[in-house]
């Protein structure tokens, strides 16, 4: 129901401005980039049993892609500018874990049956690359000049998750003495609550973009924005951190009318 309302908004935005003047519409694609970190706060799995206040650090920048279409209509003093796009955003992520119990070691995928809680413990070296799916829908208001040659804008978008995995791997050390090498990998649905946990995304994401533009040619332009999911993207409020988003695009302008 949030996606049909923000499609409705987006319509009758661009009626409105037929209504007042021409609009300009036109298709983008490009590329995005995504950095950030993540604190998973601890959390008990059954009594006795508990995994560790865990750090994710940023291991590298993401990338991924999007493409879409635009209208856009220009006033005197401003521009309203409405799109809808699809993207894949890609985070790259690492984490250390000293002194983990093996039962608990299960959620990062090692497995060691018929171990008694608290007689086995794991070092462990954690990758994460989560990636998200989703149609997104920016509205923007915005200030151009020399004649439409460049371009400074803001505003809210709306992300509704289409898809979303994370593909892990764990290397370490289980013991201590003796102590053995693991290494597993493993892939993750983050919309599965039982294949997810903790780290289930939520189905729609609001966030805030800023981005500037140039009109390289009559109707080739390119654009640069930066962009900020507000509250994050887990339903877990308890995980916090810190994501956030770049794109790269060019965009051309079909016709106006």
């Known amino acids: 129901m949030k996606f049909f309302g923000v499609v409705w908004i987006v319509l009758l935005m661009a ?6 003047g ?12 995504m950095h950030g970190f993540t604190t998973i706060p601890a959390r008990t799995l059954a009594p006795g049993l508990e995994i560790p206040k865990i750090r994710n650090e940023n291991n590298g920048i993401g990338t991924g892609y999007l493409g ?3 209208v856009r209509k220009t006033f005197s003093r401003f521009f309203l ?23 608990a070691a299960s959620e990062f995928g090692v497995t060691i049956p018929n171990i008694p809680v608290g007689t086995l ?8 690359d989560p990636v998200l799916n989703s149609v997104n829908i920016p509205v923007y208001i915005g200030k151009q000049g020399q004649e439409g040659k460049w371009r400074i804008y803001g505003g809210p978008t709306f992300l509704f998750t289409q898809k979303s995995e994370a593909a892990r ?4 050390q289980v013991g201590p003495n003796p102590s053995f090498p693991v290494s597993i990998s493993d892939k993750v649905d983050l919309t599965d609550p039982e294949q997810a946990g903790i780290l289930q995304v939520k189905n729609f994401n609001f966030g805030v973009e800023l981005g500037a533009g140039l009109t390289l040619l009559k109707r080739l332009e390119v654009d640069l ?4 999911p507000v509250g994050g993207v887990f339903n877990d409020s308890g995980i916090t951190g810190y994501i956030g988003y770049a794109t790269i695009a060019v965009g051309y302008r079909l016709f106006d009318f």
């Open 15 to 20: 009626t409105t401005a037929q209504a007042q």
């Open 22 to 33: 021409t609009i300009a519409l036109g298709v983008r694609g490009g590329g995005t980039f």
């Open 68 to 70: 879409g279409v635009w």
């Open 81 to 103: 500018q409405a799109e809808v796009s699809y993207s894949k955003l890609a985070l790259k992520q690492k984490a250390n874990i000293d002194r983990i119990d093996v039962a």
């Open 121 to 128: 413990f794991a070092n462990l070296n954690t990758t994460s």
């Open 169 to 172: 791997t764990a290397s370490g």
């Open 225 to 228: 924005r930066y962009g900020l």
